[in-house]
């Protein structure tokens, strides 16, 4: 097998990329994602899977990583989602809400009455965090529509048809103009910064999706699609947007409704900002100076 058709965009070729506990994984020349055999995505949408529907085993070996994730990083995602929205956020979703350690520190640190937060869930582990507006099942049991939300660590687990169904039930529960932070693991940072970070059999990472690949798919459903500046592990969305101001102004013009949400807690509101603003600096830096090493290479060949 030296190609195959890539299964995320289903117009380029995909050669190989690695071979990750017996199962082949490949990278699209088109849309440059990096995806398991599409014989696997075949069986998995068909109902087949690699580490079960999620059981007691999967969960366990997460739970570390969760509980740190929810007081640190998926805080500050969560932070940055309030912050980039450019409507009131009064209703916010953690998507895939896992265990719901997240939606609990959301609660404790600036929802105490648990009137804004929610979390979603299909395979809870049998460890999940007690409280309210922790909605068990997919995306269909939802009664409301939501302003922003994260989804953190999820899309990497799905195939192409899967994250299709996902967005098409995602577009009805959210308000014109709601934004959606993805955290995922994209082709970039597989490649120069956690090559582990594909792995199918244990944590069931089976498509690290790109940007272009992942475009279409929400596209269809509504939702524009923007890079996170200089992040190589996820982007946010927006549905049926009206605006969209440069980044900057996301980060220093902030709807004032949103502003004081955060400022509910100072540490939260300070991590978030100085998270979101951090990687927009470096990202400017990094094209400014391949701006200057190209104006330099001109220079010297005259």
């Known amino acids: 097998m030296t190609t195959v058709e890539c299964p995320v965009c289903r117009a380029g070729r995909s050669s190989l990329h690695a071979s990750i506990d017996g ?13 398991i055999d599409p014989k696997v995505i075949d069986m998995l949408d068909g109902g087949g899977s690699l580490v079960g529907d999620y059981t007691e085993e999967y969960w366990e070996q997460e739970r570390v990583g969760a509980i740190e994730r929810a007081s ?16 009131p956020v009064r209703r ?17 640190l600036i929802d ?23 909605h068990v099942g997919g995306i269909e ?50 490649r120069n910064e956690d090559p582990a970070y594909l792995d199918p059999t ?7 999706y790109s940007l272009a690949g992942v475009t279409p798919y929400f596209q269809a459903h509504g939702f524009r699609v923007s890079a996170l500046p200089g992040r190589s592990f996820g982007f946010f969305v927006e549905y049926q947007p009206t605006e969209d101001p440069p980044f900057d102004v996301r980060l220093y013009q902030p709807v004032a409704e949103n502003l004081a949400l955060l400022q509910r807690n100072g540490l939260l509101h300070q991590a978030s900002f100085e998270a979101a603003r951090s990687y927009y600096y470096q990202s400017e830096y990094l094209v400014r100076t391949q701006w200057a090493l190209s104006l330099k290479a001109q220079l010297q060949w005259g």
């Open 23 to 35: 199962h082949p994984y490949f990278a699209c020349a088109g849309c440059g994602s990096i995806h």
């Open 72 to 87: 640190g990083v998926s805080l500050c995602r969560a932070g940055e989602a309030v912050l980039y929205c450019r409507r």
């Open 92 to 108: 916010f979703l953690d998507l895939g809400a896992g265990p719901g350690f997240l939606l609990q520190e959301l609660h404790r």
């Open 112 to 134: 105490p009455s648990a009137s804004i937060f929610h979390g979603v869930e299909k395979y809870p582990p049998p460890y999940a965090a007690a409280g309210p507006n922790f």
């Open 141 to 190: 049991v939802l009664q409301d529509r939501f302003d922003a939300g994260v989804c953190i660590e999820v899309v990497e687990h799905l195939t192409p048809r899967m994250l299709d169904r996902m967005l098409s039930d995602l577009a009805l529960v959210s308000e014109p103009g709601s934004l959606w932070l993805f955290n995922t693991g994209m082709p970039e940072y597989v």
């Open 202 to 208: 244990h944590r069931g990472h089976i498509i690290s």
